[in-house]
Each structure stands twice: as C-alpha cells, then as structure tokens.
C-alpha cells in the first residue's frame, strides 16, 4: 500500500459499520492525505491486525459486536502502550468519554462531529506519534552512537563529531513526513545534506530541487504549482509544476530566506493545507512530497524583523539541523583537502601530488569564508597549475596571505627589518621576531608555531623560556 503522507506507520480504522469504514477512509484520503489506511469490520481480528502489521494509531469505535471497543481499548493499551488510539463512537456521553481518556484513550470524537475537527484531530495524533517515534530512535542512536546507513552519507568526507551528530539526527527524522530546515553558511553543504535526506527516507519519487532566490511572485506560482493551457498569455500547453514532479519524492526549497512575502504566504497556505492550485485551475491537488528548505540567512532575525513570516517559519523549522562552517571542524581540512585534489587530479588526467606538510596547518588558521566550496575552488585552481611531484603552495599562498600570512603595517617586525633608519638586528633578535611570528600566527599554540618555524615543540619552549628570562 503506498505511503505518502504519514510514511512512519499504518492507521487502523475498526468498526461493524463497512459503508462508516468507506466514507471514513475517503475523507482520510481526500482530505487529510492519509493513504496508509487499514480497515477492520471484525473486532476479533484487531489484535491480529496490530500484531501483523506496522500500526501506529487505532481509531476505534465503541459499540460493537463480538468484542467491545472498551474492551480493545485496554487490551491495545496494555499489550501495545506505544500505539495512539482514537475512539469515533456514535454516543455523545461525557461520561463514557472521560471514561475512555482514562483508560488511555488519546482522544474522543462523536461520529457527528463535523469532518474538519475530525480530521485536524487525526492529524494532531499522527504527528504527536511521529515525534514521539523520533524521538526515541533518536534517543537510542546517541546513547549506542551508531549510524544505520552510513552510505547515505558517502559523499560527505567528514570526521567530525558534530557532522556525526547531525547524521544521526536525520537518520531519525527521515521517514517523517513533516518539513526539514537545512542551516548553514554558503558552501558547507547543504544540498549533499538534501540528498541524503532523501535517500534516507526511501521514497519513490525523485528529488527535485529549485533555487528559489530571485523568483518572484508569479515565476514561484507556476514554478511549483504548474498551470492549465490558456492559464495566462503565452501558455500554449499545460505543464506540471514541480510539486507534481516530486510526487512520492522531495522537493528542496534552497536559499528560501529569498523568498517574497507574497510567495512566503503561498507556500504557508501549500504546508497547512497539504493541497495546491496549478494556476488556471479551480480543482486542487494533494500535496504528495516531502518538502527540504534550506538557508544559509538567519531566518529568526528575518522574522523578528517582519522579513519572514514567523507562521512559515515555525512550520518549517519542525526539523531543523545546522551545519557547521568548516573552521569549526578543521579536522575535515586534510581529508578534504586529499579526496579534492584526487577528483581534481582524475578530472585534468595528472597524477595526484605529494601535499607539503605545512600546508594542512596553514590553512587550519584560514576561516574559509566560502567553506568547503572554497576549498574545492582552491584544490582545482592548484592542480590545474601543477607541474612536478610536489604540491605548489602558490595558490594557496595568495589567499592565505590576504588573511593570516601578511604581517600588520607598523609591527615591531617591520620597523626592526625594513626601517632603514634603524640597524640591522642581529641573528638573536631575527630568531626571537620569528618566534614572535610564528606565536601570533599560531594564536599562541605552542605546538602549531614549532611546525610553522620547522623546529620540534620542546626546542620551542626552551627558546620561549630563554627570551622571557632575559
């Protein structure tokens, strides 16, 4: 049975009623896009049903024959106490209803009650599972730190412990239905983190992706939503939307901080409703894709700001996860420094070089304003310039001299080298400059100057301790 709403579990409908079974489950399909649906006019087979299949809530009804609702309600309650369980019941009587909730009833509804509270209750309880679902994967993955699928993750070259973390975060959250947000600066990553989501969640459809910055008002309409023939000037023939394209699949929504208010209250409208208009259109569609947004803007500035809706942004940021800018996981740097100059190298047909031992370090000091992205840039630039065995630094060298490598005006070390009107130092005062040097570069790390200055770390200390006791 397909799943394409509420993928995490199956929601079982018991009663005697089959023309209730019928219409309950159409309005489930049609209105609430709830496809997962099992139906049970026998209530002696129910514990049989929860037994052989992935259920997650019950919606049962009271008045039965054989086995009475009241009775499954306690024996789900007390053989299955993580399954929800919702009573439809043709009595409008208090007090049976504070009986149920009682015995461990999620909630009470009449059959007469109209449809829309019917169905935001069922919706209420799905998603109230699904977190509780998650959380408790998510809880189990942390306590064994453990990836499940760590191929889903292969094309993210990594080591750190943060960058673990979030795996694990979306390994939990991928089966669920509900938005992810994807943060992080320009160039960490966040489409490769919208495609493992998808892949993670074992959906059918594709992943369709659309940089949603720059488009305005109408251009975002019919980008996702698609049009009819004749819909405006110029529309010759139908087109689906991307939307429809991602049925079954993920839609990914990049730089949505870009978004207009008029568009922002589009896709708002697309998320509570979970259905669309193509434009020309008056019969709705199901929304049937899982929807990725992603920003590198700090959207709760934006809506504090009056810049983002804060309704869409609260309902995006259900799942949210932040990706660390590459200064923050230096590590990452040699790892990635090595897999791009060996793309690099495949790409231009040259063997890949040696990489000069000081140059990891180097550039562990350098912020990388444009992340991994830059990184890259940096990787292809050098090796298209290559020519021997070992690595020319040429290239790094004039980024890295724009930010960490080129001595302030004015310094001490200028006036002593380059002030003509001053001697020149001796060697002891050249060796205590480079010392000083170094230090400054190294943020005072003592282990990181003496590989800046070619010298092993205890002869570094001893030179430091030297100049202090003189």
Same mark, same amino acid.
């Given at each position: ?11 079982? =409908?018991? #009663? ?8 309950? $489950? !159409?309005?489930? @399909?049609?209105? &609430? ?109 942390? =306590?064994? #730190? ?8 292969? $094309? !993210?070259?990594? @080591?750190?412990? &943060? ?308």
């Amino acid at each position: 049975m397909n799943i394409n709403r509420y993928p995490t579990f199956g929601v079982l =409908l018991v #009663d005697d009623e089959a023309a209730f079974l019928r219409s309950l $489950s !159409i309005v489930l @399909e049609r209105r &609430g896009g709830i496809n997962h649906i099992f139906q049970c006019q026998d209530s002696r087979n129910v514990m049989d049903t929860i037994a052989q299949e992935n259920i997650g809530l019950v919606l049962l009804d009271l008045t039965m024959p054989n086995v009475s609702g009241e009775v499954l309600l306690q024996q789900i309650v007390e053989e299955y106490p993580e399954i929800g369980v919702i009573i439809i019941s043709g009595l409008n009587q208090l007090e049976t209803a504070v009986n149920c909730i009682r015995l461990g009833a999620y909630d009470y509804f009449v059959k007469t009650t109209e449809e829309d509270r019917l169905i935001e209750g069922i919706k209420r309880a799905i998603l109230m599972q699904e977190m509780r679902l998650e959380n408790q994967e998510l809880r189990r993955r942390f =306590l064994t #730190d453990t990836l499940e699928r760590p191929e889903a993750f292969s $094309s !993210i070259i990594t @080591e750190d412990k &943060g960058m673990r973390s979030v795996f694990q975060y979306l390994e939990s959250v991928a089966p669920s239905s509900q938005p992810v947000m994807i943060c992080g600066e320009s160039g960490v990553g966040k489409e490769l983190i919208a495609q493992a989501i998808h892949t993670l969640s074992n959906r059918t459809g594709s992943l369709i992706s659309v940089n949603v910055a720059g488009l305005d008002d109408n251009v975002f309409a019919d980008t996702l939503f698609g049009h009819h023939r004749g819909a405006f000037t110029g529309a010759d023939k139908a087109r689906a939307g991307l939307i429809e394209q991602a049925a079954g699949g993920t839609l990914f929504l990049d730089e949505i901080g870009d978004l207009s208010q008029a568009s922002q209250v589009k896709l708002l409208r697309l998320l509570q409703e979970g259905e669309y208009y193509p434009l020309g259109s008056d019969r709705p569609k199901r929304l049937r894709a899982r929807v990725v947004v992603a920003t590198h803007q700090d959207l709760t500035q934006k809506q504090k700001n009056g810049e983002f809706r804060k309704d869409l942004f609260y309902r995006l940021k259900t799942h949210r996860v932040d990706i660390p800018p590459l200064r923050q996981r230096n590590s990452d740097i040699p790892l990635l420094l090595e897999h791009f100059l060996q793309e690099a190298a495949n790409e231009l047909g040259k063997n890949k070089p040696t990489i000069p031992k000081e140059l990891p370090v180097l550039l562990a000091n350098y912020a990388f304003p444009g992340n991994v992205r830059e990184l890259r840039a940096l990787a292809f630039d050098a090796m298209s310039l290559h020519r021997s065995r070992m690595l020319s630094m040429d290239v790094f060298r004039q980024v890295l001299d724009q930010d960490i490598a080129a001595p302030e005006p004015e310094t001490h070390t200028d006036q002593m080298l380059f002030n003509p009107e001053r001697p020149l130092p001796t060697l002891q005062e050249v060796g205590d400059l480079l010392v000083n040097e170094a230090m400054l570069r190294a943020q005072g790390n003592q282990s990181l100057a003496s590989k800046l200055l070619g010298i092993s770390q205890p002869a570094l200390s001893k030179r430091i301790k030297k100049a202090q006791s003189q």
